[in-house]
């Protein structure tokens, strides 16, 4: 498997480097990320739990998908990209909030992103990859708030620090 590539960026997202992913996260390098948030017409979020194989966060609950822009590549397109990879289908999408968080995990890597949230809409089924994904489920925005409180360590630390800002970002919208 080939190694992947993140966009190390300062504090304004600007690019500064290119170095691979894991050994930026070793080194808790800032770098850019993405975040997709799939809503359908009834308002609930589609959520995804993480393969259990995966190398963090296994199993735990998030958002649509995630993950980190190639080199040129826009936002809107990793976005699409990871979402047909992940989840098997495209949609529109369009960027919604955008800052700065950290993350450490218990396995010595640090999850430190300029993190770009994108909102999109989809009504169907995914076709999830089980490489990425174990199961996924649709749930009411006001829900997920509810049982992140109650129940956080069923949620990735990153989803947690997102979610609040999707959340004040729709309710802003409305």
Not at 25 to 34: I, V, Y
Request: with cysteine; net charge negative.
């Amino acid at each position: 498997m080939a190694k992947e590539n993140v966009i190390l960026v300062n504090e304004n997202d600007e690019q500064i480097g290119l170095m691979e992913k894991i050994e930026a996260h070793e080194k808790a390098l800032l770098h850019r990320a993405f975040s997709v948030f799939i809503l359908n017409n009834k308002g609930e979020l589609m959520l995804q739990q993480r393969a259990l194989h995966k190398y963090h966060s296994p199993g735990l609950w998030t958002n649509t998908c995630c993950s980190h822009q190639r080199d040129g590549e826009s936002n809107i397109s990793a976005g699409k990209r990871r979402l047909q990879e992940e989840m098997g289908f495209v949609t529109d999408l369009a960027e919604a909030v955008s800052f700065i968080y950290k993350a450490p995990f218990d396995n010595g890597l640090t999850e430190h992103e300029y993190d770009h949230v994108m909102i999109g809409t989809y009504n169907e089924a995914p076709e999830i990859n089980p490489d990425e994904v174990a199961d996924w489920k649709w749930m009411e925005v006001q829900a997920v708030k509810d049982d992140i409180g109650e129940n956080p360590d069923q949620y990735t630390a990153w989803f947690k620090i997102i979610f609040d800002k999707f959340y004040q970002h729709i309710k802003v919208d409305k």
